[in-house]
């Protein structure tokens, strides 16, 4: 079937399942999503792999004065990564990027610890690490996302998005083991235009989905020590 727009994050997420299937009940995998708007997309793809969820918390850095223009982004682990050609062509100071940056760190750690609510981190060193969001525009929150888990010793890097322009898809492949996308258009719009439903995601949200993850996460693992114990008895 041939999807030309999708009816929400939910049903995106299980459309970008389908083209994940080679890594579905893998010990070695791990699904994470990028708050907020990526963690309903990728708590449908992580529960349709029978894999485990999480989180890697990235921010903008945006332009004063023009916020949605991505100066940079930061990332968990100390992550920062600059548009380059961006600070050079608007003259930014590093006095300005310390700034923003300064401010996006504390927004950063607040939703690492509100997501995760006391739960670690998903161990990520020796995994296939699908990384998620709900969409590709830029790319900038994408490749601080990148960087930061290209530090942790993974075995592989697959980027999975719904929707990803053409220019930005071909950019990225790369940069990764593999980039999924379902939809690659020329032209691109705006990621919205690729939703019927596109609602901002609450922190509310996130906090449900992925504590109905980390809960479906240990009922699995208890039933793996049970047939395991079960095995060794008989």
Not at 2 to 22: M, P, S, W, Y
Not at 169 to 179: A, G, I, S, T
């Given at each position: 079937m041939?999807?030309?727009?999708?009816?929400?994050?939910?049903?995106?997420?299980?459309?970008?399942?389908?083209?994940?299937?080679?890594?579905a009940n893998r010990p070695?995998?791990?699904?994470?999503?990028?708050?907020?708007?990526?963690v309903p997309v990728a708590y449908q793809v992580a529960m349709a792999l029978n894999v485990p969820l999480?989180?890697?918390?990235?921010?903008?850095?945006?332009?004063?004065?023009?916020?949605?223009?991505?100066?940079?982004?930061?990332?968990?682990?100390?992550?920062?990564?600059?548009?380059?050609?961006?600070?050079?062509?608007?003259?930014?100071?590093?006095?300005?990027?310390?700034?923003?940056?300064?401010v996006e760190e504390i927004e950063l750690k607040r939703r690492e610890q509100r997501y995760r609510a006391g739960?670690?981190?998903l161990e990520v060193k020796g995994k296939i690490v699908i990384l998620v969001d709900d969409g590709l525009a830029t790319g900038t929150?994408?490749?601080a996302a990148i960087t930061a888990l290209k530090k942790q010793e993974i075995i592989s890097l697959v980027v999975a998005v719904p929707i990803a322009p053409y220019d930005t898809?071909?950019?990225?492949?790369?940069?990764?083991?593999?980039?999924v996308s379902v939809i690659t258009?020329?032209?691109?719009?705006?990621?919205?235009?690729?939703?019927?439903?596109?609602?901002?995601?609450?922190d509310e949200e996130v906090c449900w989905l992925l504590e109905q993850a980390a809960r479906?996460?240990?009922a699995r693992r208890h039933t793996e020590r049970v047939l395991t114990f079960g095995q060794a008895e008989s």
């Open positions: 041939r999807i030309v727009q999708f009816e929400n994050r939910q049903q995106a997420g299980k459309v970008l399942a389908t083209r994940l299937k080679a890594y070695d995998v791990v699904v994470l999503a990028l708050p907020r708007g990526g999480d989180i890697i918390v990235v921010r903008k850095l945006g332009l004063p004065g023009q916020e949605e223009l991505a100066m940079g982004a930061i990332a968990s682990g100390g992550v920062c990564v600059l548009n380059q050609e961006l600070v050079a062509d608007l003259y930014i100071s590093d006095q300005t990027i310390e700034r923003v940056a300064r739960r670690p981190p929150t994408m490749l898809f071909h950019r990225f492949q790369p940069l990764v083991d593999q980039m258009p020329g032209a691109f719009f705006a990621l919205g235009y690729w939703y019927r439903e596109f609602s901002q995601t609450s479906r996460e240990l």
